[in-house]
């Protein structure tokens, strides 16, 4: 995992860089927000750990920039002796992740440092992007350049099915032995309907012939031409 530092008293600094090391962090560091906002734009970085009270910019325009200009989702967790209510809110307001007051335990920062790399690393991995189209696999929602496709949960459970296989044919009775209740008996031609359902609601959108219906096999989604 790689980690900015960013705060302006050297021998924390040295510190806390010294331990992170130690436990097998690749680390970055700077003393002063400009410089670790330069790191930040140049680099990519698994978390950030930010102090609030620096020369110059702070921790909070750092973190307001990040998140307002550059639309960065990086982790930050803010370390301050700051230990006010308000100011532990305006922190989390304006995007940080979490907020650890000083003193602290070197070893607690390292515990949160690595729970935010996890819950990041899911909320990645729930993400599944193809073309103009995104699925959130947490949210179960669908969208297209950003606008949310208006599809019902079994339109998006059989949509899924397909659009985290690409190219892969799905029979209609596969699609219903993974989307329908054990026992179901539905009708023929009810995967069919529903297809045309989600079809329709993507060309409202302005996506065509994304499903493709393969004779006598099934179903698959296309992908588009700029994927991989």
Same mark, same amino acid.
């Given at each position: 995992m790689k980690l900015l530092i960013v705060e302006d008293e050297k021998r924390l600094l040295d510190n806390v860089v010294s331990f992170f090391e130690r436990s097998g962090f690749l680390v970055d560091a700077s003393q002063n927000a400009e410089e670790g906002l330069d790191l930040a734009l140049e680099r990519s970085y698994d978390c950030i750990v930010l102090d $609030? *009270? *620096?020369? %110059?910019?702070?921790?909070?325009?750092?973190? !307001?920039? *990040? !998140?307002?200009?550059?639309?960065?989702? $990086?982790?930050? +967790?803010? +370390?301050?002796? *700051?230990?006010?209510?308000?100011? !532990?809110?305006? %922190?989390?307001? +304006? %995007?940080a992740d979490d907020y650890v007051p000083k003193p602290f335990d070197l070893r607690e920062l390292e515990a949160r440092v690595r729970a935010l790399v996890r819950r990041n690393q899911l909320k990645i991995e729930s993400i599944v992007q193809s073309g103009p189209l995104r699925y959130d696999s947490r949210k179960q929602v669908f969208t297209c350049s950003g606008g949310r496709l208006d599809l019902t949960s079994r339109e998006v459970s059989i949509f899924a099915l397909l659009f985290r296989n690409p190219g892969t044919v799905f029979s209609r009775e596969e699609i219903t032995d993974k989307i329908w209740e054990t026992g179901f008996e539905p009708r023929s031609n009810i995967v069919d309907v529903y297809i045309n359902y989600i079809r329709r609601k993507l060309e409202s959108a302005g996506m065509y012939d994304v499903i493709e219906t393969v004779p006598g096999k099934g179903y698959r989604f296309r992908g588009f031409a700029d994927d991989g």
């Open positions: $609030v *009270l *620096l020369p %110059g910019m702070n921790g909070y325009e750092f973190c !307001r920039f *990040l !998140r307002e200009e550059m639309k960065s989702d $990086v982790p930050i +967790i803010i +370390i301050t002796a *700051l230990g006010e209510v308000d100011s !532990r809110i305006e %922190g989390l307001e +304006i %995007g």
